[in-house]
């Protein structure tokens, strides 16, 4: 399940004790009403609206932006098929469109909150993110982070090796949200799930994929084999790599952040220059 809370330093300020104090108990109170409900607790934000009311409101803005991002990239939009890739080092996520039998790269926004190292999701509380190739399944306008977007984890693959292994609980509610706190899911901030949530709509969730990568294997291979690392190791990352070897004619820009910068550097280490914990 996708658990949020900061990503902190080993000194802890004042602010941000009591922000994390008081993001814990708004996270205890959704655990305990999705107890009630049976529902996910990502389900169970106060605010009720429906996915055209966050058209209503966020979509004007949201499509501003992306037209704009879209022209500059010389693709109509909305295009046919969009891919997610997430970079878990760079800690980005890149926007790709099919136009023309090709692949054209958009835009990258930065994800401002994850945890865990390189390696796959294996139970539920590892804090990891998943890597893999995953498909949208639900658009959450009503998530405790401003609006989210729902991963297909555990996929078929993820199944398989938990049965394999005898895992019962690989874990699940792994999403694409807003804010900026999380454990085991990607925060993008709010302005960047607004465009996601807008372009997954705009698209549709069966043609958008996401697939997630412990580093951009278009600049260094991925490794067959991590500290604690599962023995099917090789075999994910090579999908993973096959996948993004459609990607790989275009160099991102590297001023095409929302706020102008560029994420990650030669080091693989995130915005702040830490790496993820």
Known sequence: ???????????????????????????????????????????????????????????????????????QAGVAYPPAKVALLGLKAERALEVWAFEGNDWHFVTKYPIRAASGTAGPKLRQGDRQVPEGVYRITWLNPNSSFHLSMKLD???????????????????????????????????????????????TDAVGKKNIRVVIAPH???????????????????????????????????????????DGSYVGDETGRGLSGMALV
């Open 1 to 71: 399940m996708c658990i949020e809370k900061f990503l902190m330093t080993r000194s802890f300020s004042i602010s941000a004790i009591l922000t994390a104090v008081f993001i814990a108990v708004l996270l205890f109170s959704h655990h305990l009403s999705a107890r009630a409900t049976g529902r996910p607790a990502e389900q169970n934000s106060p605010i009720r609206r429906s996915v055209s009311d966050v058209i209503r409101q966020y979509g004007e803005g949201a499509e501003a932006r992306l037209v704009q991002a879209f022209s």
């Open 153 to 199: 984890y555990p996929n078929a693959f993820d199944l398989r090796q938990a049965r394999q292994e005898g895992r019962q609980k690989p874990g699940n509610d792994i999403f694409i949200h807003g804010n900026s706190v999380s454990i085991g899911c990607l925060a993008m901030g709010d302005r960047a799930i607004e465009d996601l949530f807008i372009l």
């Open 216 to 258: 951009d294997p278009r600049r260094a291979p991925l490794p067959r084999s991590l500290p604690n690392g599962p023995t099917w190791l090789p075999e994910l990352y090579e999908q993973i790599e096959k996948e993004f070897s459609a990607f790989g004619g275009e160099k991102p820009r590297r001023d095409s952040l929302e």
